[in-house]
């Protein structure tokens, strides 16, 4: 890594405990998000925030539970965004709410790109248990939100009332890993294209049918 992709240092030197350990989450995000959980370096992120690498452990206690501390809290914002898009396009139209679940979790990842590469470590690095929990409730949260999404349509009538909204919603999810897959295959440039077709061809299969 050259000088100029080094994080350049800040004073902390005045931050109270909470604004330092904020300065230290950002920071290790930026690190965990341009390399391997392995090769991330406490010392880059100790440089980068302004502050030794005791402090680092002192707040954290070791590099997985900085780790653990960077995908609570980003994933958290993440999922507060994306939450945001549904319930904007759910108190106007159900429909559209729907037919955007899976663009609107893309466009929620541009404006965070960082933290999805932070999510794409943690399915390298689930086989640690802590990791791999912390993922699995990332993940639930989402289905969780589209699940609603589902009931809500269905009370409606807006959508078939004798589907499965435990295998509508679960359907919505695996378009959605899909997406973070090709994202790790650098093939979004080729499923991005599709993915609003995609999505309307799906939500056609869910309407209501006129009796």
């Not at 330092?20 to 925030?49: Q, W």
């Not at 914002?77 to 159900?94: G, T």
């Not at 559209?96 to 399915?123: G, K, M, Y």
Request: net charge negative.
């Amino acid at each position: 890594m050259t000088d100029a992709q080094q994080p350049q240092p800040v004073k902390s030197s005045r931050m109270s405990g909470e604004e330092r350990r904020k300065l230290i989450l950002h920071c290790a995000k930026r690190v965990f998000a341009r390399s391997t959980y392995a090769e991330a370096s406490i010392r880059e992120m100790a440089h980068g925030s302004g502050v030794t690498e005791p402090m680092i452990y002192k707040h954290f206690g070791s590099k997985k539970g900085l780790f653990l501390a960077v995908l609570r809290e980003f994933s958290s914002q993440f999922l507060e965004l994306y939450q945001k898009r549904l319930a904007e396009r759910e108190e106007k139209d159900i429909l559209d709410a729907l037919e955007h679940v899976v663009l609107d979790f893309r466009e929620t990842i541009n404006a965070d790109p960082e933290t999805q590469r932070v999510l794409f470590q943690s399915v390298l690095e689930s086989s640690d248990p802590e990791i791999g929990q912390g993922l699995s409730k990332n993940n639930l949260k989402i289905y969780e939100m589209i699940h609603h999404l589902v009931e809500r349509a269905q009370a409606t009538g807006s959508i078939d009332e004798e589907l499965d909204p435990d295998a509508v919603a679960w359907g919505y999810m695996s378009m959605i890993l899909a997406n973070q897959y090709a994202l790790m295959l650098n093939l979004s440039s080729r499923t991005a294209p599709l993915q609003g077709e995609i999505s309307r061809v799906w939500l056609r299969g869910l309407r209501a049918q006129p009796s």
